[in-house]
């Protein structure tokens, strides 16, 4: 009897110490690299995380999880593209500003943010909890950061599987796409000499995957790293003459509609302008880029491309027990 | 006094062919320089191109830019800045203030944060009400400072202090207003400096009447704005309405700004620097000084928009930089001169 | 002229003055204490003793305390500036902000952040990490930079008071001329960062802004019994003044650089805070009365509390999306500016 309880003790205390041992590798933290080149001493396993954009915002609902906090683009607009979730996450101000004092109200564990609005105030931000700023402005950037983050979250396959279906179904809607035909397009801010983003730019790059024609061009001075649009004179549109348009919706200012120019665009006169909502603006994300994939499809080649259901193709991607 | 006034007011037959004939100047150079801004541009054009697009407009490209964007861009540069010249007179001559002017009182930045209000706060009102939305706030503004002035009682440097203030205050709430409405930057950058990209036909005739009627009844009035230029009491001894000119000749120099700045935002400093100018010429009375003022006006306008477009082509400076720059230098020149304002200063 | 308070009993004075130096105390501690987070008032004690959990210690030890004091500091600054500039251009409209010496901040910030840009590792979209910490100096150095030309063109001419300032107000708008055209003619990322820096604003403002401002108010409040003198003389004419026995060029220079120098680091610090120059030296003389001796102390303690409130103010009104500090005082100094200058001769 003596020697069952002195067995099962030493069972117990072995197993105790080979679990904290266990344990304790878990909760040594990693070391990331984000895109400013800094190693930062992330926790393991973050649970609760904040996201300063839709991006982070994006890529947790879809790995199945829920962020802790976010920010908005527009106050009171909660993006279709994230089904409305946002409403229900707190809000802790906008993207290039977002509260300090509710953010470390939040208590998280780790910060994602868009490296180019944020980065100035780092400082203080990693206060609060260890911060990763992300450029997000090219293609390239978007299976990247996606593998990076879901790697530190836990859910390696998952990102795997994500990057992999967005490849396959780019190739797909690319096959499927009239061949011969490049449909010149233009991205833009609205604006009297309209900001358009060279290919670079993620929308961008998918439209060009996609056989259109992006009418301005390749980032014409590379040396210039964040070079990625100009504000391109009205001269130079009608000159260009777009085929379809994409502008990004930010507010009742539409001053290029008054431009008489712009009505002489075939664009316009084809009634092939489209105003795109947040999915456009962030597209790094693993929803908003599927979407922008389908509804670049179907505005560049309507008939050959249905609509898409923006709801319903989040919904598609979002794990049913996300929390 | 009374023949001083009297001469002023009819100008002498020899005063009155040369001050035409410096107008006519103006707007000769007016025409060339914004002929040679026909050439420049995005896509820059020859010459003969350009002369045929003119004269045998054909349905191309060229023909459409000229048409469309570069000739009626430079018609609305001059009207701006004739407009904006016209202003600055008639607010330096019934202030008797040499540093009055648009922006140096507040009325543009009335206008303009009266404007971004409109378009942030109620979206739905269409663009036509900017302008008498744009000349309400201008008008307030004005008044605003005048009030801190006491009517230009004090000495003239207070009345652009005050207005300088008012200005300030003003351009704090627009930017406020203009960050309250999103993510929109290039906007914003607009309604801080004024410019004149895209500005087409639409835009010169939306100026027209507001710039014309200013101009109309400033010729009418250009008497009354004789004696204004004199002093108060002098004007009084005329038997002028004190009560009733000033306020009438604060309206009318309001209106160009009301009819400018929802087309061309706020450009500073043409409306301070080209009086001066103009007033170093010697014209011989309100009327000339005034058909000078809105030849000179528009001519400095064309050119600094020509320049604006050029300088960092494709991308565009905002016009309001270029005038800044040019007029800036020479208002730090102005306030160094030991006779700045000589004769007008109480 | 403001109209001196009537003659108190001494009961009233002291009671004044306990209101006096109460009041920003009050303040400063109603900012401390009241912020978007709900912080329980005895979790605030134990946090500014450094006892308090790691969340109140956060909170209130990284964000709001290291922010009310950079604001208190850089009230100061901008006041005793303000009061400076008045008395030695003689012009009771007189404001760093109005002068130039914020203009030439911002157009230095401006080319020290598109510089940085291009220090890039070439080739990659890695950008050259930002070097934030340099911004305050960078700023620092364009305001002094307007300074000095603004002192150039002053003494050159021997310039009358008004026409000094309306001198500033030229030079200040053509550096803001060249500031905002560099920013629309190159079209960088960083606009964002740069508009929010323009409008004034102690957003993330740390203990290195506290660090960085703190030298500069210790030289300053150090001088100012030094400088009593010249500041009492340079209020006369030139000529009267060298009557007196003063060495005018000289006194004018060293509070001129004085003044800019507090001025150009607050705003290297927090951006351009229109209107506190200007108001406070006047709310701090009408108050002083007849005890021209309590001018500078009231303008120092006005300075910390008009900052501080209106820091508060934007925090609680615009909660999740604060209002930058720089907007809340323009809007509010305004009205005050009106009805002083009003009253004004």
């Not at chain 1, 490296?115 to 990693?126: C, K, M, S, V």
């Not at chain 2, 020859?46 to 469309?68: C, E, G, H």
């Not at chain 2, 001519?299 to 930089?321: N, Y």
């Not at chain 3, 109460?22 to 605030?44: R, T």
Request: charged share 15%.
């Amino acid at each position: 009897m003596f020697r069952a309880i002195t067995t099962l003790l030493k069972a117990s205390l072995l197993s105790l110490l080979f679990g904290s041992a266990v344990l304790a590798e878990e909760a040594k933290p990693t070391a990331i690299t984000d895109d400013r080149g800094i190693k930062v001493d992330v926790p393991a396993t973050p649970k609760r995380v904040a996201a300063i954009s839709y991006f982070g915002v994006d890529l947790m609902l879809a790995l199945g999880l829920e962020p802790i906090a976010t920010t908005y683009m527009v106050k009171g607009r909660e993006p279709d593209f994230l089904l409305g979730r946002t409403r229900d996450i707190p809000q802790i101000g906008q993207r290039a500003k977002p509260n300090l004092e509710l953010l470390a109200d939040a208590k998280p564990d780790l910060i994602v943010a868009m490296r180019r609005y944020t980065e100035g105030n780092a400082a203080q931000y990693q206060k609060i909890a260890p911060y990763l700023a992300y450029n997000l402005e090219l293609y390239g950037d978007s299976d990247r950061t996606i593998l990076q983050l879901a790697t530190l979250l836990g859910k390696k396959e998952r990102a795997e599987q994500l990057n992999a279906e967005f490849k396959q179904d780019l190739a797909a809607f690319a096959a499927k796409a009239p061949k011969g035909v490049h449909p010149r397009f233009q991205v833009m801010w609205a604006g009297d000499a309209p900001w358009t983003f060279y290919n670079e730019n993620m929308t961008a790059a998918i439209l060009t995957a996609l056989g259109g024609e992006n009418i301005a061009g390749n980032n014409p001075a590379t040396y210039k790293v964040d070079n990625f649009g100009v504000e391109m004179s009205l001269e130079t549109m009608l000159e260009k003459d777009p085929e379809v348009i994409f502008v990004y919706d930010y507010g009742p200012d539409r001053p290029n509609e008054n431009n008489p120019i712009w009505n002489s665009l075939s664009a316009v006169k084809n009634g092939r302008v489209y105003y795109v909502g947040d999915q456009w603006v962030e597209a790094h994300g693993p929803i908003a880029r599927e979407i922008v994939l389908r509804e670049a499809a179907h505005y560049l080649y309507p008939d050959v491309f249905p609509k898409p259901d923006v709801a319903a193709e989040a919904t598609k991607l979002i794990p049913a027990a996300s929390k | 006094m009374r023949g001083i006034a009297a001469r002023q007011a009819a100008g002498t037959a020899g005063g009155h062919l040369s001050a035409v004939a410096l107008a006519g100047l103006f707007l000769l150079i007016a025409i060339l320089v914004g002929f040679g801004g026909l050439l420049v541009g995005a896509k820059p054009m020859r010459l003969d191109t350009a002369l045929n697009a003119i004269f045998a407009p054909a349905a191309n490209i060229d023909s459409t830019i000229v048409w469309t964007l570069r000739l009626p861009r430079s018609i609305a540069a001059f009207l701006a800045g004739g407009g904006l010249g016209l202003s600055g007179y008639l607010l330096q001559s019934f202030s008797r203030n040499p540093l009055a002017s648009p922006d140096l009182t507040g009325v543009t930045a009335g206008a303009v944060a009266s404007i971004v209000g409109c378009f942030v706060f109620l979206p739905w009102l269409s663009s036509i009400y900017y302008a008498p939305i744009g000349l309400v706030g201008g008008l307030g503004a004005a008044a605003t400072t005048f009030w801190i002035a006491r009517g230009g009682r004090t000495s003239p440097l207070h009345l652009a202090l005050g207005g300088v203030t008012v200005a300030l205050f003003l351009g704090g709430l627009t930017t406020y207003m203009l960050l309250l409405g999103g993510p929109q930057s290039p906007a914003v950058l607009f309604w801080l400096s004024g410019g004149l990209q895209g500005r087409s036909w639409s835009h010169v005739v939306f100026m027209l009447p507001w710039i014309g009627a200013s101009l109309i009844g400033a010729l009418l009035g250009h008497r009354i704005v004789a004696l204004l230029s004199l002093s108060d009491q002098a004007a009084a001894g005329m038997g002028l309405n004190l009560a009733l000119w000033k306020p009438v000749l604060l309206v009318l120099a309001t209106l160009p700004v009301a009819g400018i700045t929802p087309v061309a935002g706020p450009i500073a400093f043409i409306g301070l620097a080209v009086p001066h100018i103009v007033r170093l010429l010697r014209p011989s009375g309100p009327a000339t000084a005034i058909m000078l003022n809105v030849a000179a006006g528009g001519m400095l306008l064309v050119a600094a928009d020509v320049l604006a477009r050029s300088l960092a082509a494709p991308r565009e400076i905002p016009v309001g930089i270029i005038t800044a720059l040019i007029g800036g230098p020479y208002f730090v020149y102005l306030t160094q001169r030991p006779n700045f304002g000589a004769g007008r200063e109480r | 002229m403001a109209r001196p308070l009537p003659s108190r009993t001494a009961a009233s004075r002291s009671r004044l003055t306990i209101l006096l130096f109460g009041a920003p105390v009050l303040v400063a501690i109603a900012a401390i204490f009241l912020g978007v987070s709900h912080v329980a008032p005895a979790d605030v004690l134990a946090a500014l003793t450094g006892q308090g959990s790691r969340q109140a210690n956060l909170i209130i030890g990284d964000f709001r305390v290291p922010r009310v004091i950079t604001g208190i500091l850089a009230g100061i600054h901008f006041a005793l500036a303000g009061l400076l500039l008045q008395t030695i251009t003689r012009n009771p409209l007189a404001d760093p902000t109005l002068m130039g010496v914020s203009q030439g901040a911002t157009l230095a910030v401006t080319l020290f952040l598109f510089a940085t840009v291009y220090g890039s590792a070439g080739g990659s979209n890695m950008l050259y990490q930002l070097p934030i910490a340099w911004l305050p100096a960078a700023g620092l150095i364009g305001g002094l930079v307007a300074g000095g030309i603004i002192y150039l063109l002053a003494l050159r001419h021997d310039l009358g008071p008004l026409r000094i300032t309306l001198c500033g107000i030229a030079v200040g708008a053509v550096l803001h001329a060249m500031a905002i055209g560099l920013i629309t003619g190159w079209g960088s990322a960083r606009i964002e960062i740069l508009l929010e820096w323009l409008t004034g604003s102690l957003y993330a403002r740390s203990w290195e802004h506290v660090l960085f401002l703190l030298p500069f108010t210790i030289v300053g409040l150090a001088a100012l019994p030094f400088l009593q003198r010249s500041i009492g003389m340079l209020r006369f004419e030139a000529p009267v003044a060298r009557s007196f026995g003063l060495d005018y060029r000289r006194h004018f220079t060293l509070v001129l650089m004085l003044a800019c120098g507090l001025a150009a680091s607050a705003v290297g610090a927090v951006g351009p805070l229109v209107f506190v120059g200007l108001v406070v030296p006047h709310l701090a003389r009408m108050l002083a009365g007849r005890h021209g001796g309590a001018v500078i102390p009231l303008t120092i303690l006005l300075g910390a509390m008009l900052v501080t409130t209106a820091d508060l103010v934007g925090r609680l009104i615009g909660q999740a999306d604060e209002i930058p500090i720089g907007v809340v005082t323009a809007i509010g100094g305004a009205p005050i500016l009106v009805i002083l200058l009003r009253r004004l001769p």
